[in-house]
């Protein structure tokens, strides 16, 4: 079966820009978490949607956001780019939403750079 | 509040031999489930093994094994005979009843394993 794709695969955006990101989960998933990536920080968790709720928030500015759509695809925005959110961000997706009862499938990621 | 400790920032092996990989966490939750990943240079995290609070049986999947005890809060992960092949990081992770879905991730582990 399909796994999770995320696209695009790379993105540039300047200073300023806003961008999102697209995640398709596993057929039948309807979980999605997204995750920021970078070397500074680790990976560390941004939000969690389940049903077109976001769930659980991260610790991070409200320049990022986040939508699911009915079909469990999911989206993640950032306004006013900074160099600071330069990262790898990974989309995970899990059968249902309860706590560890599944394993968490992620994606490839996306590689923004701001520039 | 959850932490992830992962000891070792980089390992280097030659092929064949055997290395173990380091993971302690803290949780205050009784029920709680860990995980491992790796993420070979494409960027994707591959799950590996999840594992729950109640089941402190050690396991193994070819050259892999897992060993989680309790008393120490430690989850640790092996490769027997390593190969060229798992040249990657590798992370653990912790969930628990308190944080819904989300995931602490330790630093990650970098493993080099040179022919």
């Known amino acids: 079966k399909a796994g999770v794709t995320q696209t695009p695969r790379y993105l540039i955006k300047t200073r300023g820009q806003q961008v999102t990101l697209s995640c398709s989960p596993i057929?039948?998933?309807?979980?999605v978490s997204w995750y920021q990536q970078t070397p500074g920080q680790g990976l560390q968790f941004l939000f969690e949607y389940f049903s077109e709720t976001q769930r659980n928030k991260g610790n991070f500015p409200g320049r990022f956001s986040g939508r699911q759509f009915s079909n469990s695809r999911s989206e993640m925005n950032v306004s006013t780019l900074e160099l600071g959110d330069s990262a790898l961000y990974l989309c995970?997706?899990?059968?249902?939403?309860?706590?560890?009862?599944?394993?968490?499938?992620f994606g490839s990621g996306t590689r923004l750079t701001v520039v | 509040a959850q932490k992830v400790t992962q000891a070792q920032t980089e390992i280097s092996v030659v092929e064949k031999e055997d290395v173990t990989l380091d993971c302690v966490y803290e949780t205050r939750d009784t029920t709680y489930y860990l995980f491992w990943y790796k993420q070979p240079p494409s960027g994707e995290l591959v799950f590996l093994i999840r594992r729950n609070s109640f089941d402190e049986q050690n396991e193994i999947s070819g050259r892999y094994s897992w060993n989680f005890q309790k008393s120490t809060s430690s989850f640790n992960f092996t490769i027997t005979a390593s190969q060229v092949v798992d040249s990657a990081v590798y992370f653990c992770?912790?969930?628990?009843?308190?944080?819904?879905?989300?995931?602490?991730f330790g630093g990650g582990t970098r493993l080099m394993v040179k022919p």
């Open positions: 057929s039948g998933h309807r979980s």
């Open positions: 995970a997706s899990k059968r249902t939403g309860g706590v560890g009862n599944y394993g968490y499938t």
């Open positions: 992770a912790l969930t628990d009843n308190n944080a819904g879905n989300m995931l602490t």
